[in-house]
């Protein structure tokens, strides 16, 4: 239990990908919503801390070089948690060198999954299941019960900034939808020829901006190119995150798999259309927007869902679970003529 006798302080632990550091804000929300005078830290992994720029309710971001120095990153980090005698540490990761980051805090309270392999270490542990109608937001915020906090369902939040929003006004001079067609997943993207004729198939009016990173560069590039369509920029590898959520926020309708960018969508609350390939929203990880839509194959698949997080390749070699989603189903909504 957090008492109300001094500002309690936090301490979040997400340091997986990009979409998981998007949801985690969800809790921030939750938090500040629950303990207003609350100091708020959070802990991701090198090259996702620009998600967080700008944010109000943060304190710290700190910093894990998971990629570089690992381990010696690590120790670095366990000295300052431990200097700061956390209240509470809240460790959204079920991996072990974060549990064991939680277990060695020296905070008063710790809180994380019984997937995690140093959960019994932890003061409370929280069962990690996927439930249908249990979203990944949900998941998270179960943490707050063992801190006697309550919580209501919250969307994540990202913050752009003003200069985010100048830098994607000149974009935005037209109507435009934007698509992301690639993910770190190879059983997670819809077929590029699919993008393509979806391309095709859009009112012609409507400006198409391909997102991604700057390894999608040639893909977007590629795709664009085999529309055969006036109108449609490559902007992979040329916005931050941040312009690419001020970017989305304003479009007509946003095109994802089931990644980064459906995330990105629900904590603008922007309008999405989510394709689901080898993966189901049943996972907890489908879109929160209010104009939102899931799409998936009208095939009864046995081998669907292949896996959590997607695969390199079809287990099966045949990727029906992606090839038989039809392109009218991602253009059912009517999108202005």
Same mark, same amino acid.
């Given at each position: 239990?957090?008492? *109300?006798?001094?500002?309690?302080?936090? @301490? #979040? #632990?997400?340091? +997986?990908?990009?979409? *998981?550091? #998007? &949801? =985690?804000? +969800?809790?921030?929300? $939750?938090?500040?919503? +629950?303990?207003?005078?609350?100091?708020?830290?959070? @802990?991701?992994?090198?090259?996702?801390?620009?998600? @967080? =720029?700008?944010?109000?309710f @943060?304190?710290?971001?700190? #910093?894990? *070089? %998971?990629?570089?120095?690992?381990?010696?990153?690590?120790? +670095? &980090? &366990? %000295?300052?948690?431990?200097?700061?005698?956390?209240? =509470?540490?809240?460790?959204? $990761?079920?991996?072990?060198?974060t549990g064991l980051l939680t277990a060695l805090s020296n905070a008063s309270v710790t809180v994380g999954f019984d997937k995690n392999p140093f959960s019994r270490f932890f003061t409370h542990r929280i069962t990690h299941k996927f439930m249908p109608g249990v979203h990944e937001v949900n998941r998270n915020a179960w943490m707050l019960k063992p801190l006697g906090l309550s919580y209501v369902r919250t969307r994540p939040r990202l913050y752009p900034s003003q200069a985010d929003y100048d830098t994607v006004q000149p974009l935005q001079r037209q109507s435009y939808v934007c698509i992301a067609p690639t993910s770190v997943w190879f059983t997670k993207q819809y077929p590029a020829e699919r993008w393509v004729e979806l391309i095709q198939s859009l009112p012609r009016h409507l400006t198409v901006y391909l997102l991604g990173a700057p390894t999608d560069a040639a893909v977007c590039e590629k795709i664009g190119q085999d529309s055969g369509r006036n109108g449609v920029k490559n902007l992979a590898g040329t916005l931050t995150l941040l312009q690419s959520a001020a970017l989305v926020e304003g479009a007509i309708m946003n095109y994802v798999n089931d990644s980064a960018p459906l995330h990105l969508c629900s904590a603008m609350n922007a309008p999405t259309t989510a394709v689901f390939c080898s993966t189901v929203p049943e996972f907890g990880f489908g879109p929160l927007a209010n104009d939102a839509v899931v799409v998936q194959t009208p095939e009864l698949l046995d081998c669907k869902p292949c896996g959590i997080h997607g695969r390199p390749a079809c287990p099966l070699g045949h990727f029906r679970c992606a090839w038989t989603i039809p392109v009218e189903d991602l253009t059912e909504r009517a999108i202005p003529l």
């Open positions: 239990m957090i008492t *109300d006798s001094n500002p309690p302080r936090f @301490l #979040i #632990i997400q340091t +997986a990908f990009i979409g *998981d550091v #998007i &949801l =985690a804000t +969800a809790l921030l929300e $939750q938090l500040r919503r +629950a303990r207003p005078q609350a100091v708020l830290d959070v @802990l991701v992994r090198k090259g996702n801390e620009s998600l @967080l =720029a700008n944010h109000p @943060l304190n710290e971001v700190l #910093i894990w *070089d %998971k990629k570089g120095a690992k381990y010696g990153s690590l120790w +670095a &980090l &366990l %000295k300052i948690i431990r200097a700061r005698r956390y209240d =509470a540490v809240l460790n959204l $990761q079920r991996f072990g060198a």
